[in-house]
């Protein structure tokens, strides 16, 4: 049988002999048939494009504060997560996350109750205007179920701390302010914290209204996955004081170990809480 090689033209076209060529048969423009039945195709001119790829993390929990309060510290002591902890602000410059063990007191399907935490970078009074380290780690949070607010008990006024944060949640995505929270008065192990622990707490847990009260939240934008991107840049007409309560308001020393295990009974009643409502669909 006799045999020939054929070569590849500049145009892509796969170079059929000549006395060949003459046989060959065009079905489409781009698209002949050869002698022996090949299909030959006219390659086509490639195309570039540039993309700009945007990381959002996913996580059931996004621990929110003021820089240093402890929210990596806390990360760290729920987790087998090593982010690095210091004694200045913005020392986390990106989300770190970990992985909260599932209930024990489950027994068998503690698996089910297993969470993903997001630590955030320290946000600051104007942070959604860019401030600090500005707004782009604030989308993290969109696809989280439970937002924990992370206080320093000891800081001199964490009332105010608290409610720069929630007011900047608020100016980012009012949806935020709508998902079940759990605030974490950390710090206890100093005297400063401790003194002025209940007074705190009390007020803390004052500021918002009765759950229920609230009529523009639905259950798509409790499970974060609904929210327009639109919703990101208007701060809404509502005040801090209308829309939910914490969950509750747990006191801690994440560094000490202490109220660890209330805050995490805490934590998992907000998401059991959220397991509650249908997801939509991906
Ligand atoms: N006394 C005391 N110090 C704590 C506690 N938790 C954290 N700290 C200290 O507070 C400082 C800040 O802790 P981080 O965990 O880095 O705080 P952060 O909120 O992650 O800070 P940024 O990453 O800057 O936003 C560190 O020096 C911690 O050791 C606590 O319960 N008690
Ligand atoms: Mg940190």
Known sequence: ?????????????????????????????????????????????????????ILRVVADVGLVGLPNAGKSTLLSAITLARPDIADYPFTTLMPNLGRLGGDPALGALQFSSEATLADLPGLIEGAHLGKGLGRNFLRHLRRTRVIVHVVDAAADDPVHDYKIVREELRMYNPQYLERPYVVVLNKIDLPKAHDRLSSLALEISSIGCEEGHDKSASKDDLNGHQVSSEAEV???????????????VVAASVLRHIGIDEMLKEIRAALRKCFDHKLPEP
Request: aromatic share 2%; hydrophobic share 30%; proline share 7%.
């Open 1 to 53: 049988m006799k045999c020939s090689l054929l070569g590849v033209d500049k145009a892509g076209l796969i170079d059929v002999p000549e006395y060949k060529r003459r046989k060959a048969m065009a079905l489409s423009p781009n698209i002949m048939r050869d002698a022996s039945d090949k299909v030959l195709t006219h390659g086509q001119p490639g195309e570039e494009v540039s993309l700009e790829l």
């Open 234 to 248: 208007e701060g809404g007409e509502k005040e801090l004081g209308d829309y939910p309560r914490p969950q509750a």
